[in-house]
């Protein structure tokens, strides 16, 4: 069965240090990667994706995501995190090809910078 | 990206009684789904609502519980039937883009008494 795992459950930073969420997924073919954030009090927002093409994908709010097909890893970074990006962060996947765009989620990981 | 809106943003509920959710798109879109996302949990899909037809149900959600309405491409809603405290949950409805990704809207908070 599909399905996408995150590593972290609970990350705790200071403001400016680098910040890698681990993700991955577990597909037979191709597939198309996501990273959506929920901030508190806030709906999910689409962070940055991944279809094809370059493997390093850049986001919103100075995120990153480097797909690595060997490793089946979708990791999110931060060179340098600020308060503000405190909230929960989830690693989504579907597949590539076909018309099923149903998304499987990771259990998410809370990110908590501290000032 | 469409503006999705849903309705009741939140909602306290007694055993036994249901409730229905609206989700409304400022576009049309072709699809549209409906996630739980339980306390602590992350988000699982109930179902795809297809436009004209019977809803497609995810493994361990069933028609009878979560029946779900698509009468035209901006428009679903979902209801959560003869509720119990464990369907307290925030439910969503999402809609794909130009490139296949999804978006959320902002959720409906469920809590069952």
């Known amino acids: 069965a599909q399905s996408v795992s995150q590593h972290n459950h609970h990350v705790i930073l200071s403001e400016a240090a680098s910040l890698e969420l681990g993700c991955n997924y577990s597909y037979g073919g191709t597939v198309n990667l996501f990273w959506y954030v929920q901030y508190p009090g806030q709906h999910l927002q689409l962070l940055l994706k991944?279809?094809?093409?370059?493997?390093l994908v850049k986001g919103i709010k100075g995120f990153e995501a480097e797909f690595i097909k060997s490793k089946f890893s979708f990791n999110l970074r931060k060179p340098s995190v600020q308060w503000s990006d405190t909230a929960e962060y989830f690693c989504a996947a579907t597949p590539g090809v076909g018309s099923n765009y149903k998304l499987t989620f990771g259990k998410g990981t809370l990110l908590t910078v501290n000032p | 990206s469409a503006v999705i809106s849903q309705k009741p943003s939140r909602d306290i509920c007694q055993r036994g009684t249901s409730l229905t959710i609206q989700c409304q798109v400022d576009s049309q879109v072709t699809m549209m789904f409906w996630y739980r996302q339980q306390p602590g949990q992350s988000l699982t899909l109930i179902a795809t609502a297809n436009q004209g037809s019977e809803a497609t149900y995810e493994s361990g959600f069933v028609i009878d519980k979560f029946p779900i309405s698509r009468p035209n491409l901006t428009f679903s809603t979902l209801t959560v039937s003869n509720m119990s405290p464990e369907d307290s949950s925030i439910y969503l409805c999402?809609?794909?883009?130009?490139?296949?990704?999804?978006?959320f809207g902002p959720g409906t908070r469920l809590t069952v008494l």
């Open positions: 991944y279809f094809s093409g370059d493997p």
């Open positions: 999402s809609v794909t883009g130009v490139y296949n990704e999804q978006f």
